[in-house]
């Protein structure tokens, strides 16, 4: 049920998923403004107690999310992803504003064989899953009534991603070689978009959701599914993460079940594949 307009600041508003937040708290009603990282500084906290002053919601998509960048630079992540965070958090709270914090599978370890529930330890293997795993943390320190959205696999129109490159990259070599060793659930930022907006809707008890789509690919037979979409015929090989040296670990598997939506009544994001044929014409045509 929709309820009455609120005003929102989405922090991170240029990113990929700041983005479609704008987009779909605006269709849901509500007056929105959208701050970038030239616009405000979450590691100043100070300047978080400014910004957020005055708004009844506040979804921060602000992160460091150079995976492997954080592995010689953790401190600079840590200041975002961690600090940044908690200034906001305390932000809120002092304001009274509802906080809406998005976090990664990344803070698992990717060992599971089924999917994690939310109470799941966190261990991450990886300096970016450590920041955001202290960014959780902090977050529900600071502000007990906080939401923290944890997704995984996110691709979308506004920005770099995962199908934009692989529709590239078909229509430039004969063959692909894409990684079939790591599995998780590739999620449209428009769906985690109208999930946060619904949860702040259906004003959930504070603490940790899952937002990813349901069901579970590999990349490579997500990489498959993307160039049927994209008109290509190029085939795509399997190979394995060893192939590939990088500096950070990936998790092996990122599926993250929706138990707690359920519970509190909020429909999970559909299927994985579902979802993807929807919104392909749509990621694909801004790529």
């Given at each position: 049920?929709?309820?009455?307009?609120?005003?929102?600041?989405?922090?991170?508003?240029?990113?990929?998923?700041?983005?479609?937040?704008?987009?779909?708290?605006?269709?849901?009603?509500?007056?929105?403004?959208?701050?970038?990282?030239?616009?405000?500084?979450?590691?100043?906290?100070?300047?978080?107690?400014?910004?957020?002053a005055?708004?009844?919601?506040?979804?921060?998509?602000?992160?460091?999310?150079?995976?492997?960048?954080?592995?010689?630079?953790?401190?600079?992540?840590?200041?975002?992803?961690?600090?940044?965070?908690?200034?906001?958090?305390?932000?809120?709270?002092?304001?009274?504003?509802?906080l809406?914090?998005?976090?990664?599978?990344?803070?698992?370890?990717?060992?599971?064989?089924?999917?994690?529930?939310?109470?799941?330890?966190?261990?991450?293997?990886?300096?970016?899953?450590?920041?955001?795993?202290?960014?959780e943390?902090?977050?529900?320190?600071?502000?007990?009534?906080?939401?923290?959205?944890?997704?995984?696999?996110?691709?979308?129109a506004?920005?770099?991603?995962?199908?934009?490159?692989?529709?590239?990259?078909?229509?430039?070599?004969?063959?692909?070689?894409?990684?079939?060793?790591?599995?998780?659930?590739?999620?449209?930022?428009?769906?985690?978009?109208?999930?946060?907006?619904?949860?702040?809707?259906?004003?959930?008890?504070?603490?940790?959701?899952?937002?990813?789509?349901?069901?579970?690919?590999?990349?490579?037979g997500?990489?498959?599914?993307?160039?049927?979409?994209?008109?290509?015929?190029?085939?795509?090989?399997?190979?394995?993460?060893?192939?590939?040296?990088?500096?950070?670990?990936?998790?092996?598997?990122?599926?993250?079940?929706?138990?707690?939506?359920?519970?509190?009544?909020?429909?999970p994001?559909?299927?994985?594949a579902?979802?993807?044929?929807?919104?392909?014409?749509?990621?694909?045509?801004?790529?």
């Open positions: 049920m929709q309820g009455a307009a609120q005003q929102w600041l989405v922090v991170g508003a240029a990113g990929m998923l700041g983005q479609d937040v704008l987009t779909a708290a605006a269709d849901a009603g509500h007056q929105v403004t959208g701050v970038r990282r030239s616009d405000l500084d979450v590691t100043d906290a100070a300047a978080a107690r400014d910004a957020v005055g708004y009844d919601v506040v979804v921060n998509c602000a992160a460091w999310t150079a995976v492997d960048d954080a592995e010689t630079h953790e401190a600079e992540a840590f200041a975002v992803n961690a600090t940044g965070a908690a200034n906001l958090a305390r932000a809120a709270a002092e304001a009274g504003a509802r809406v914090h998005v976090s990664t599978d990344y803070v698992f370890d990717g060992g599971a064989t089924e999917p994690y529930p939310e109470d799941a330890p966190v261990r991450p293997r990886s300096a970016y899953g450590r920041t955001k795993a202290a960014g943390w902090a977050v529900r320190a600071e502000a007990p009534d906080v939401v923290v959205v944890r997704t995984a696999w996110l691709y979308g506004g920005g770099r991603c995962f199908p934009k490159t692989i529709a590239r990259v078909a229509g430039e070599r004969d063959r692909l070689s894409v990684v079939d060793d790591q599995t998780g659930q590739p999620t449209w930022t428009a769906d985690l978009a109208d999930l946060i907006v619904r949860l702040v809707a259906a004003r959930v008890p504070g603490g940790i959701y899952h937002g990813t789509s349901s069901g579970q690919v590999t990349w490579c997500f990489a498959r599914e993307v160039v049927a979409a994209s008109g290509h015929a190029t085939p795509v090989d399997t190979t394995t993460s060893a192939a590939y040296q990088l500096p950070a670990p990936r998790p092996a598997y990122s599926v993250l079940g929706h138990d707690r939506l359920r519970e509190v009544g909020v429909e994001i559909g299927d994985w579902d979802r993807w044929k929807v919104a392909a014409p749509t990621v694909l045509g801004g790529s």
